[in-house]
């Protein structure tokens, strides 16, 4: 399958994961979220800004990579790129405030890390499109893309690791489905931003290929 190809698919399967999970949230009640909330007054409308602005970072995220915009449409490249990086800015740092509401500490620790991953690769990416490094910039936002789409990579790999679980444990559920799923819940942010940022350092170090 061609490079563009792959990427439409690519952003057919993003959506296609992450519009059932976000519809809750845009009903703006705490009652239809998805993790618990314990303070409706501050930690439900940071989640809810978060997952806003985070959309806002994958919808922009997308079209940076599309060769009409980049190569025909400068001008729209660089205003969806400070779409792009104020949106991840905005969504990392309200993600950082977020971390000390989550009280699994496996999840708060992947949340902590993904975050700031996140805002550092794009600031790189930006720093270096302001000094003119183009291929060094495109090689960060690359990465930071790759960090943006853990929220899709994330969920995908769900079902792979409850079978991963299933068959580790002897093909027994020795705490029960509900412990399962916790686990599960416990690792898949690792596993999706390993397998992203293999994926991407991948596709950065072969010669010649564009997204």
């Known amino acids: 399958m061609k490079p563009k190809k792959i990427w439409w698919v690519i952003v057919i399967i993003s959506f296609g994961v992450l519009i059932p999970f976000v519809a809750p949230y845009l009903t703006l009640d705490p009652a239809n979220s998805r993790v618990s ?3 409706t007054g501050i930690q439900f409308p940071l989640l809810v800004a978060h997952i806003i602005t985070a959309c806002v970072a994958l919808l922009s995220g997308f079209f940076q990579f599309i060769d009409y915009f980049r190569v025909k449409k400068p001008n729209v490249h660089r205003y969806l790129g400070r ?10 740092g309200l993600a950082l405030v977020y971390v000390p509401y989550i009280e699994n ?15 550092f690769t794009c600031w790189k990416g930006y720093r270096t499109a302001v000094r003119k490094q183009f291929a ?6 690359m990465r930071s893309f790759g960090i943006t789409l853990v929220a899709v ?8 690791l409850l079978l991963s679980y299933y068959i580790v444990n002897g093909f027994s559920l020795p705490g ?3 412990k399962m799923v916790e686990e599960v819940l416990n690792v898949n942010i690792w596993v999706g931003l ?8 991948w596709v950065i170090l072969r010669k010649g290929v564009k997204v």
Not at 105 to 119: E, G, N, Q, Y
Not at 194 to 201: D, G, L, P, R, S
């Open 176 to 178: 029960g489905r509900e």
């Open 194 to 201: 390993i397998v992203n940022f293999i994926v991407v350092e």
């Open 153 to 160: 990579s994330g969920r995908i790999v769900v079902p792979v």
């Open 83 to 92: 779409v792009y990086v104020g949106s991840v800015f905005v969504s990392g």
């Open 37 to 39: 909330i314990t303070s």
């Open 105 to 119: 500490f496996s999840k708060a620790t992947s949340f902590l890390v993904l975050s700031i991953l996140w805002v």
């Open 136 to 141: 060094d910039h495109r090689k960060w936002m």
